[in-house]
Nanobody, 119 residues
């Protein structure tokens, strides 16, 4: 099993920044990728960004490209999401996820952290 704990959410004004942290524990060596997703009230969960543990290769949703940066610290089994130039439409619960197979769905999920961007 893999456990994921997100932190770093909060309330910020539009144009501000936040950094989310996802601390992974357990059999994390089984996973190949980490991702961030978000779900706004009344909307479906959407992909934000992902990173590969080994290579560090990243991929972003168009809506956050150029504003958000995903990174990882392999020694600490931790993944970060640096969010800059935040917009009110970025308001959502942000979830961290881990996947065993890079080409398949994610297998493990955190409990989520709320990000609220005021206008």
């Amino acid at each position: 099993q893999v456990q994921l704990v997100e932190s770093g959410g909060g309330l910020v004004q539009a144009g501000g920044s936040l950094r989310l942290t996802c601390a992974a524990s357990g059999r994390i060596f089984r996973t190949s990728k980490m991702g961030w997703f978000r779900q706004a009230l009344g909307k479906e969960r959407e992909f934000v960004a992902r990173i590969r543990w080994t290579s560090g290769n990243t991929y972003y949703a168009d809506s956050v490209k150029g504003r958000f940066t995903i990174s990882r610290d392999n020694a600490r089994n931790t993944v970060y999401l640096q969010m800059n130039s935040l917009k009110p439409e970025d308001t959502a619960v942000y979830y961290c996820a881990a996947g065993i197979d890079y080409m398949s769905d994610y297998d493990y999920w955190g409990q989520g952290t709320q990000v609220t961007v005021s206008s």
